[in-house]
């Protein structure tokens, strides 16, 4: 991947010149060594920085559309690499302070993937985050996004709790996209990797994907908003998450909407508030699971 592939060589090189001091006698030699450690130093900074806060990920495919090592069926490898940048910017749509709608066009300023190479073995690209200006202080939106949705796609090659529980935290626009990369990858005949360098998948065989695909598409989520009042007896501000008791002692846990501080909520702890929920239910084969976003809370 294009920043951990230039972290990589920058310590490779950092290595092989703290050697050549090591083995240096000449006094001249050692001081220009020296100098160039501290280049190469400054080399490594930069480069890990990059691996750490921008999207980077290798998307490699094999199977009928690919042959060998030499190239890829040219309108599968373009449909497929539209698709799966779709499903990566609803993501990050989905992350941003204002979400995403179930439908309507994307936010303008949604951050996109560039293709910077390609890779042989199996046949796929390069997919990373090229900023116009400095790098975030920590992992982007985009970043966090194609974690995201690499782990939705992993989920639903895995179990139907698996997929529930990453779907839980999506609106149900997310799953639509989903469904459309899954659908374009098997209706191909291709199997798929991918590699973020924090999250990975691999679906090597056919069966594999259309399992991924019968599971997403036989999943509905429904949304709706609801109000509550119990006490607020669970509050994980470092995790966003919260627990509400409600009058007859039933607990509503789930997370908090990621535009809100938690913080906000410290004084509430433990008391009775009045909270404003969005319910996800999601179901499939007739098993309904029920998911909780905590939208703002108050005194009753």
């Known amino acids: ?14 290595g092989a010149i703290r050697q050549l001091l090591e083995k240096s006698g000449s006094a001249i030699e050692r001081v220009n060594l020296q100098d160039r450690i501290e280049e190469w130093e400054g080399e490594v900074t930069a480069a890990e920085r990059l691996a750490a806060t921008l999207a980077e990920a290798a998307v490699l495919f094999d199977g009928t559309p690919v042959k060998a090592s030499i190239g890829i069926d040219a309108a599968f490898g373009g449909q497929s690499v539209r698709v799966f940048q779709e499903l990566v910017t609803t993501v990050a749509a989905d992350l941003s302070p204002r979400g995403v709608g179930e439908r309507g066009r994307l936010p303008a300023d949604v951050p996109r993937l560039l ?57 149900p626009r997310v799953l639509k996209k989903l469904k459309d990369f899954l659908e374009v990858i098997d209706d191909a005949g291709a199997t798929l990797k991918v590699e973020t360098g924090r999250a ?22 429904e949304e709706a908003s609801d109000a509550k009042v119990g006490v607020l007896q669970g509050l994980m501000q470092e995790r966003a998450r919260f627990e509400l008791r409600l009058d007859d002692g039933t607990v509503l846990a789930g997370r908090i909407d990621p535009t809100v501080d938690p ?15 969005r319910k996800l239910t999601i179901s499939r084969g007739g098993r309904p699971r029920v998911a909780w976003l905590l939208l703002d809370a108050s005194a009753p």
Request: proline share 5%; no cysteine.
């Open 1 to 14: 991947m294009r920043y951990t592939r230039a972290a990589a060589y920058a310590r490779a090189n950092l």
């Open 115 to 171: 293709i910077t190479d390609v890779d042989v073995g199996s046949f796929g690209f390069q997919l990373a985050e090229v900023p116009d200006q400095e790098p975030p202080a920590g992992p982007s939106r985009l970043k966090d996004a194609l974690d995201v949705s690499t782990r939705l796609l992993k989920a639903a090659g895995e179990s139907d709790d698996a997929f529930a529980h990453e779907l839980a935290e999506r609106s």
């Open 200 to 221: 990975s998948l691999r679906f090597e065989t056919a069966e594999h994907i259309r399992a991924a695909r019968e599971r997403a598409s036989s999943t509905l989520v």
């Open 263 to 277: 913080a906000t909520f410290a004084g509430l702890y433990n008391q009775p508030v009045r909270a404003s929920l």
